[in-house]
Nanobody, 113 residues
Framework: QEQLAESGGGLVQPGGSLRLSCVAS????????IHWYRQAPGKRREWVAR???????LYDNSVKGRFTISRDNDKNTVYLQMNSLKREDTAIYYCNIIPPLAWGQGTQVTVSS
């Protein structure tokens, strides 16, 4: 029974869009702020965005204005809508809490022409 599960990644063209989903267990979803991270090969994992239990959102400057984080309380799901994708957005995307639980497999996002 996974506590966090990412999905929605894929291959898209530069300038394209993709929506990622993070399904959390009820306990995790109701008691934690949820964060999105990403990691490209050879690079360290970096923080991307956060949404609090009250719906307050925060973004890294590299994605501000292009990505939107949201949550659906009835589905225990956090989303990351990614628009105007760039090649440098290519990475495995993960969701987690702070302090982090064990990292899952994430979902691969590849931006290429």
């Amino acid at each position: 029974q996974e506590q966090l599960a990412e999905s929605g990644g894929g291959l898209v063209q530069p300038g394209g869009s993709l929506r990622l989903s993070c399904v959390a267990s009820t306990n995790i979803f109701n008691n934690n702020d949820i964060h999105w991270y990403r990691q490209a090969p050879g690079k360290r994992r970096e923080w991307v965005a956060r949404i609090t239990r009250g719906g307050n959102v925060l973004y890294d400057n590299s994605v501000k204005g292009r990505f939107t984080i949201s949550r659906d309380n009835d589905k225990n799901t956090v989303y990351l809508q990614m628009n105007s994708l760039k090649r440098e957005d290519t990475a495995i995307y993960y969701c987690n809490i702070i302090p982090p639980l064990a990292w899952g497999q994430g979902t691969q996002v590849t931006v290429s022409s």
